[in-house]
């Protein structure tokens, strides 16, 4: 599984890094080239609930098998895009690409399924810190897988998703061949739970009934879907700005891979924290640390090196919000409902993922990239004081 972590982020990341700067360089407009981070998450969100389903029905590796496949098609049609200059095209391949995010993020809970008590969050961060390699290498790729695709005959910015595409190709061959026994399955047999019936798997009533009848899982749900909320909002146009700014292709690659570090490269001292100190005050950590990148960004100015922070910073406080969030929900619900409900919450994270990313290109191109600070800083506030308030009730 970590090795497919690995390849997968490569994938995901050289994407990330140029998708918005590429649409907007084909439509010429600031506000559409948001568009592009929204179309990536869109993509991985429509993807959560088939890959759950596929995950309920056969198990962990048919469902990410599923996600890789998907976001290798897309990468094939943005190139294809890119090469006839059509950021539509490039819009509806990107949503297939974040199948690939899709992937990612179920991968994760893979590592629950058969943890033992007080442990999920260490090893839930252990495979998101598999990603770091692939992730952090990802956008760096981009000039040279660029220029290799222009010396192979390919246009302009039409390399990087191509080679996107090999990796997500190594991904599901590494998911076939390699996740076995599926872990699953394996917890299905150990829990004796029921086996899953043959034809239609239902998951949205399930999970909704599950949420219902579990606050700490619905609080766990939230933080995540805010935590990624923010992130994608603020990450998906400091390309865009440093890009008018003036910035490189060199530096915005760096920009971004540091921002992907502050990701995943603390995950496992996240996880260790969460089941040592608890999942909520982690949660609780992480949306100051968002609060902290919102602030910074707003104010950076010109300053690369003040974006370049924010973005590290504003990566942590998803780790956090991630790991702590996920591992919650995980050990809040029965293991026969848990593909159900963990696709229900990537869905709904990345539905608010990607209306973030629209409302974000507005804002920046109506307003600024500081207002866009503003309303991400006190999005992190509002739900920061709900948590706090709503488990203080519980808890007395």
């Known amino acids: 599984m970590s090795a497919a972590q690995i390849v997968g982020g490569v994938g995901v990341a050289v994407g990330l890094a140029l998708s918005s700067v590429v649409v907007d360089e084909l439509s010429g407009s600031t506000v559409i080239s948001g568009f592009a981070g929204t179309a990536t998450v869109l993509g991985a969100a429509l993807l959560a609930l088939p890959a759950a389903k596929a995950a309920a029905r056969g198990g962990r590796r048919a469902g990410l098998s599923l996600a890789y496949v998907a976001a290798l098609a897309g990468c ?23 199948g690939g995010s899709a992937g990612n993020l179920a991968a994760r809970y893979s590592a629950t399924d058969l943890s033992p008590a007080g442990h999920a969050a260490r090893h839930l961060s252990l495979v998101v810190w598999a990603a770091t390699v692939g992730s952090v290498a990802g956008p760096n790729l981009a000039k040279p897988a660029d220029q290799i695709g222009i010396d192979l005959g390919l246009v ?8 996107a595409a090999l990796a997500f190709a190594g991904a599901l061959v590494i998911v076939a061949a390699g996740l076995r026994p599926d872990p699953l399955e394996l917890a299905r047999e150990r829990d004796g739970a029921r086996p899953v019936p043959a034809g239609r798997v239902r998951t949205l009533g399930p999970a909704w009934e599950t949420l219902r009848s579990t606050p700490m899982a619905r609080r766990a749900l939230v ?9 994608v909002s603020v990450m998906s146009m400091t390309p865009v700005k440093l890009h008018h700014d003036g910035s490189t292709l060199d530096v915005i ?6 921002h992907i570090a502050g990701m995943y490269v603390l995950s496992p001292v996240v996880g260790w924290l969460s089941d040592k100190a608890g999942k909520v005050p982690v ?25 370049t922070t ?9 780790s956090c919000g991630l790991v702590a969030g996920s591992a919650l929900l995980s050990e809040s619900v029965p293991v026969e409902r848990r593909p159900a409900v963990q696709g229900l919450s990537d869905l709904l994270m990345n539905v608010c993922g990607a209306t973030g990313t629209v409302v974000a ?8 990239y500081g207002v866009l600070g503003l309303v991400v800083g006190l999005m992190v506030t509002l739900a920061a004081v709900w948590l706090v308030l709503t488990w203080r009730r519980s808890r007395s």
């Open 76 to 98: 094939v049609l943005s190139v294809a895009a890119i090469s006839i200059r059509s950021w539509p095209l490039l819009l509806v391949g990107l949503v297939l690409v974040g």
């Open 283 to 307: 949660l609780l950590l992480g949306m100051s640390l968002l609060l902290s990148a919102a602030c910074l960004a707003g104010t950076a100015g010109h300053r690369v090196w003040q974006v």
């Open 253 to 258: 690659g760096l920009v971004i891979s540091l």
């Open 223 to 231: 933080m995540v879907a805010v935590s990624h909320t923010a992130m």
């Open 310 to 318: 924010a973005l590290v910073l504003l990566g942590l406080g998803w």
């Open 156 to 163: 302009e910015k039409a390399g990087p998703f191509a080679f």
């Open 361 to 368: 290109g507005a804002i920046v191109g109506g307003l600024s």
